[in-house]
């Protein structure tokens, strides 16, 4: 397929159905007395965070066998490698497992696909409420709610009153402290996951300042939804967030905002 012909909206509905299978693998196992491993990186890694990431990968591999796929479970791909591939898949196939083993719900599983560096198809469930954020470039963004059925979402102007900030729930630093301190008046929302993106692009918070370490496939999922809703995910210097342009699979340091007419770089410490 040329470049020019491909459209990857034709993959939105089986990568939605993709990421509801990998949610009800993670259910299956949410609900049991399961054991949490610690990674190299001393990160936490469960039952769930594996058979979500073989569904996952199982499904892309039969929808686009010509199409690398990149998951955190598996990331172990040189850059040498990586740096050739213009199109691929990255998944995080259980996105917030400290907030998983917690088990407040607040866990998602991404799925992201990445054309020249950007973001042109993401979609991110949330397996608990079985609530499905999804976009694709240039098809706009749409937030599933069961029993209420699917709605166009959208980024909100910034108004008159406390500016609505999202946060994580398990990092917090002394460098986003300093950005709400220079903010002024907020209201601090806290929350897991990429959630905290969604949550900006569907209006329901300004700004969330991300000033720790987060890694691509963290963000390239929700970072296709705020985009396809208006919205923006910089760097520090207000530019947009690149993926596999260097050896570290690492983010710099980010904010993701709804209203770019304010100058939000101007709080940071």
Same mark, same amino acid.
């Given at each position: 397929?040329?470049? $020019?012909?491909?459209?990857?909206?034709?993959? *939105?509905?089986?990568?939605?159905?993709?990421?509801?299978?990998?949610?009800?693998?993670?259910?299956?196992?949410? $609900?049991?007395?399961?054991?949490?491993?610690?990674?190299?990186?001393?990160?936490?890694?469960?039952?769930?965070?594996?058979?979500? &990431?073989?569904?996952?990968?199982?499904?892309?591999?039969?929808?686009?066998?010509?199409?690398?796929?990149?998951?955190?479970?598996?990331?172990?791909?040189?850059?040498?490698?990586?740096?050739?591939?213009?199109?691929?898949?990255?998944?995080?196939?259980? $996105?917030?497992?400290?907030?998983?083993?917690?088990?407040?719900?607040?866990?998602?599983?991404?799925?992201?696909?990445?054309?020249?560096?950007?973001?042109? %198809?993401?979609?991110?469930?949330?397996?608990?409420?079985?609530?499905?954020?999804?976009?694709?470039?240039?098809?706009?963004?749409?937030?599933?709610?069961?029993?209420?059925?699917? &709605?166009?979402? &959208?980024?909100?102007?910034?108004?008159?009153?406390?500016?609505?900030?999202?946060?994580?729930?398990?990092?917090?630093?002394?460098?986003?402290?300093?950005? %709400?301190?220079? %903010?002024?008046?907020?209201?601090?929302?806290?929350?897991?996951?990429?959630?905290?993106?969604?949550?900006?692009?569907?209006?329901?918070?300004?700004?969330?300042?991300?000033?720790?370490?987060?890694?691509?496939?963290?963000?390239?999922?929700? &970072?296709?939804?705020?985009?396809?809703?208006?919205?923006? *995910?910089?760097?520090?210097?207000?530019?947009?967030?690149?993926?596999?342009?260097?050896?570290?699979?690492?983010?710099?340091?980010?904010?993701?905002?709804?209203?770019?007419?304010?100058?939000?770089?101007?709080?940071?410490?």
């Amino acid at each position: 397929m040329s470049q $020019d012909s491909f459209d990857p909206c034709r993959f *939105l509905q089986p990568v939605r159905e993709l990421a509801r299978q990998a949610g009800k693998k993670i259910l299956d196992i949410y $609900d049991t007395d399961f054991a949490v491993q610690a990674k190299d990186d001393k990160s936490p890694l469960t039952a769930a965070d594996m058979a979500s &990431h073989d569904t996952i990968v199982a499904g892309l591999k039969a929808l686009t066998p010509d199409i690398p796929v990149l998951s955190e479970e598996d990331a172990d791909i040189p850059f040498e490698e990586r740096r050739r591939w213009k199109r691929y898949w990255l998944i995080d196939p259980l $996105d917030g497992t400290k907030e998983f083993i917690k088990r407040n719900g607040e866990f998602t599983v991404n799925i992201a696909l990445i054309e020249n560096g950007e973001p042109v %198809l993401g979609v991110v469930h949330v397996p608990v409420s079985g609530v499905t954020y999804a976009a694709c470039r240039g098809g706009g963004a749409v937030k599933y709610v069961p029993g209420e059925g699917e &709605h166009p979402i &959208h980024v909100r102007a910034l108004g008159d009153g406390p500016v609505a900030v999202v946060g994580s729930r398990s990092h917090r630093g002394a460098s986003l402290d300093a950005f %709400l301190d220079r %903010l002024g008046e907020h209201e601090m929302v806290g929350m897991g996951s990429s959630l905290k993106i969604c949550l900006v692009a569907e209006g329901a918070a300004d700004i969330y300042p991300r000033l720790g370490p987060t890694s691509e496939w963290d963000t390239a999922a929700a &970072h296709a939804v705020v985009e396809e809703a208006g919205g923006h *995910l910089t760097d520090l210097s207000l530019q947009p967030l690149r993926y596999n342009t260097k050896e570290s699979l690492l983010n710099p340091h980010f904010l993701v905002f709804g209203d770019a007419t304010h100058d939000w770089s101007r709080y940071l410490p």
